[in-house]
Every structure is written in structure tokens, then in C-alpha cells.
């Protein structure tokens, strides 16, 4: 019914005037003091950038780091920047300004660049499952099998092959006929919303895009998935009860990234694959929560649960609270002249 209506509104607007901007809608109930809310997403944004950006830092600077595992979390970081930076702020504009507007070719470069971020994270999570069941499974042959140099090949074909996806996305999209109307019910450009509203039957290309959508989600979760299973079979053998300990606290931390980023993901494109109806509001509220969220959260779990990052996160703060040699000690006295005195 949908595609016979927009099959007789192009037809009934042949000489149509294509649309030059977009209109987001964003949340279609009322909302409330909607500069809080955009101040809100305005701090959530400086917390992952100083986040992302303090893990580049730490790994790029301290040598103790650089192994194949901290280079794939560094090119994750670097990822979720790209995310982060694509999607809020125009959420932060669009509260803050009640500014609604995008120009038409600005919409399908941010279409472009927030679906290259989504496949380069979902290529990177899958090489990091497949890092932590060589170091598991093969501990002994880990330093030959993944070097630094495999690393770094794993992370540039992951940016390289993210590429295509949204290439072809932007492709599928950006020619059709759009003559109205011109509202995108979401805060950002994404597929789906905005080839909906093209005044032609859009059935083919949404179902090339959510093809390509399950291939890359579906297939990284498949690797994924398969890495931890055999890390599982693998763990439950160890005899020893630290080394079982450790092993499970070691790929704790990606499942928790992989569940925060792919369970709102596999709900939204299992609903579009079934024709699910759900409502309007929630399905911009998990767009908002898998695009938000996990550039945000990544750094704090890495950050908080990787005993490397988090001991020269401390050794740095314990360093400055060193006493210089020409400051007095606690009971009074300077720290050459006791040290002059130790020694007579």
C-alpha cells in the first residue's frame, strides 16, 4: 500500500522540485526543556572525546602497550571518535538551537561516514575476538602468529573494508527522486529513514541495504561468537583455578563492549527484517543509545578493566605526588640533609 501511494504521489508530481534539505524530527512526543537535554548530550560528547582520546594517548606513548591487542583498542578508539563526532553534534545543535535542518548532499556525507564508523567498529571487534583466542588458545604460538605488524594489517583492512558498505549505501540512495516530504524521524541521516521518503518504490533498495546491513553485522557477530565459544571450551580445560580466573576477567571486557554494541543493533534490523511494528520513539531511542553509547562507555570499560592502562593511569598520578629532593618532609626536615645524615 505504502509503495502504490508513493508509485502515484511521483507520478502525480512528475515535474516534481527535488527537495534541498531535511527536516530531523528526532523524539515525536513532546519534550521538555530540551536545552537541558541538549547540554546533556553536550557532556556525554566531552566524555568521549577525552576518553577515546586518553587511550590514543597511552598507547601511543608508552612502549609497555604497543601489542597487537592495545593496537586494535587504539584504532577502536580512533573509530568511535568518528562515530561520536558524526552523530551528536547535531543532536547537541538540534536541542541547544531548535536548529532542524540539514542540506540535502550534508545528509548522505553523514549517512556515509556514520555507517563507515559502525562497519570499521564491527570489523575491529571481530579481529579483537579473533586476538583473544590466539593469546587463549594458542598462547605459546601467540607472539608468531599475531605480531604487531598482523595487527596492524588486521586494523588497516578493517578501515579499508569499511569503506564499501557505506559507499554503497550512499550509492543506492542519493539517486532516487525525492520531492517530499522531507522529515527524517531520527537525529541523524541514517539509511533506512531517508531513502523512505524518495518518491519512487524504494523496496529493492532497502532490501539491498539491510543485505549488506546482516553480512557485516551478522557476519562479525558469527566470528565473534565462534572466537568466545572456543575460548569457552578452551578455558573450562585449564586446570589451575587463576590461570581459569584470569583468563575469564581477560575477555570479560570485550564481551561486555560486544553486548553493549551489538544486542540495540540485532533488535533493530531483527524488527526491520520482520516487519515488526514497533513505535517510532523507540527505534530513534536505540539508534541514539548504539550510536551514543558505546564510543562512551568503550574507554571506561578498557580504562577501568585493563590492568595495563589502569597502572600507568595510577603510576602517573602516584609520580606526582612525589616530594622533591629540596622540599621538607613531614617531620621538618629537608630530604638532602636526611640523607646527608643516614649516611654519616
Known amino acids: 500500500m505504502e509503495q502504490e501511494w508513493k508509485s502515484l504521489r511521483f507520478q502525480m508530481n512528475s515535474n516534481y522540485t527535488p527537495v534541498s534539505q ?11 526543556m530540551p536545552q537541558l537535554i541538549g547540554t546533556f548530550f553536550l557532556f556525554i560528547y566531552i566524555l568521549t572525546l577525552v576518553g577515546n582520546l586518553f587511550i590514543l594517548h597511552t598507547v601511543r606513548k608508552v612502549k609497555k602497550l604497543h601489542t597487537p591487542m592495545f593496537i586494535m583498542i587504539m584504532n577502536l578508539a580512533a573509530s568511535d571518535i568518528i562515530y561520536s563526532t558524526t552523530v551528536s553534534p547535531q543532536m547537541i545543535y538540534f536541542y541547544l ?7 540535502f548532499h550534508m545528509c548522505f556525507v ?45 586494523c588497516a583492512v578493517a578501515w579499508i573494508a569499511g569503506i564499501v558498505v557505506p559507499l554503497l549505501l550512499v550509492l543506492y540512495s542519493f539517486p532516487l527522486p525525492y520531492c517530499g516530504p522531507n522529515k527524517i524521524v531520527h537525529f541523524y541521516c541514517q539509511h533506512g529513514q531517508v531513502a523512505r521518503l524518495a518518491c519512487t518504490d524504494t523496496s529493492l533498495t532497502l532490501t539491498r541495504a539491510l543485505i549488506l546491513g546482516f553480512i557485516v553485522l551478522l557476519g562479525s557477530f558469527f566470528i565473534i561468537l565462534l572466537s568466545y565459544l572456543k575460548i569457552i571450551i578452551a578455558v573450562i580445560k585449564i586446570v589451575t583455578k ?7 576477567y581477560t575477555c570479560s571486557t570485550q564481551l561486555i563492549v ?59 598520578n ?27
Open 110 to 154: 553523514q549517512m556515509f561516514f556514520l555507517h563507515f564508523a559502525g562497519c570499521v567498529d564491527s570489523y575491529l571487534m571481530a579481529a579483537m575476538a579473533i586476538d583473544r583466542f590466539v593469546s587463549i588458545c594458542y598462547p605459546l604460538r601467540y607472539p608468531t602468529i599475531l605480531s604487531n605488524s598482523v595487527a596492524y594489517k588486521m
Open 22 to 32: 531535511f527536516l530531523f524530527v528526532g523524539f515525536t512526543g513532546q519534550q521538555q
Open 97 to 103: 538551537t531548535g536548529f532542524k535542518e540539514i542540506q
Open 318 to 344: 602516584s609520580s606526582a605526588k612525589i616530594i622533591p629532593k629540596n622540599e621538607k618532609n613531614e617531620h621538618g626536615l629537608k630530604e638532602g640533609k636526611r640523607n646527608s645524615t643516614r649516611v654519616k
Open 258 to 316: 560486544v553486548m553493549i554494541y551489538y544486542i540495540p543493533r540485532l533488535f533493530s534490523y531483527a524488527s526491520l527484517s520482520v516487519s515488526f511494528n514497533i513505535p517510532t520513539d523507540l527505534i530513534t531511542a536505540l539508534g541514539v543509545s548504539y550510536c551514543v553509547l558505546p564510543p562512551l562507555v568503550n574507554p571506561i570499560i578498557y580504562s577501568y578493566r585493563t590492568q595495563e592502562i589502569r597502572n600507568v593511569f595510577f603510576k602517573k
Open 242 to 248: 587463576d590461570s581459569k580466573e584470569k583468563a575469564f
